[in-house]
């Protein structure tokens, strides 16, 4: 009786072949990788263009100042988190409504704005800045009222200041 020759041996699969496991899903993530890291970027520079307006530094440097939010929050007063919203400027002309959050020692809070550029000057319709932990609002449009200078004398006669 003869032996039965061996059978040929397997032929070695193709590269695709030893590879698929790890190639099929990687090739499947580039792109959402890719695209998403493309979302993340256009997203930071619109973010980086709304903290770069004159709207944003202005109503974050009247926050930083107000001694009621200094009070209700502590102090340094600093921008956290993401700005949202939009500011669109073209020129003298422009207008923002920005939403920015603020933190602090003692707590965080929401500065609200709501601007319009025109001559090259902002005007604030709001500036409202709501404290987080008791919802109080502190506008930030209002100016204190200064304390009363002693008024000088009046001339009894005239009723006029300097009247001599």
């Not at 993401?82 to 920005?98: D, F, K, Q, R, Y």
């Not at 929401?110 to 902002?122: M, N, P, Q, R």
């Amino acid at each position: 009786m003869e032996p039965t020759p061996l059978p040929a041996p397997m032929p070695r699969p193709k590269w695709f072949g030893r590879n698929w496991k790890w190639v099929v899903p990687l090739g499947c993530l580039l792109p959402v990788l890719f695209v998403g890291g493309c979302g993340l970027l256009a997203f930071l520079f619109a973010t980086g263009i709304m903290k770069q307006s004159d709207a944003y530094k202005i109503a974050l440097a009247r926050a930083q100042a107000n001694q009621a939010v200094i009070e209700a929050i502590g102090s340094p007063i600093s921008q956290t988190g993401i700005v949202s919203g939009n500011s669109n400027v073209s020129g003298a002309v422009g207008e923002a409504n920005l939403s920015i959050p603020l933190s602090g020692p003692k707590g965080k809070a929401t500065l609200y704005v709501e601007a319009k550029k025109s001559a090259d000057t902002w005007f604030f319709q709001t500036m409202v800045v709501k404290i987080e932990k008791t919802g109080e609002r502190i506008d930030l449009n209002t100016l204190p009222v200064p304390a009363r200078a002693a008024s000088p004398p009046l001339c009894p006669e005239c009723f006029q200041p300097f009247c001599r």
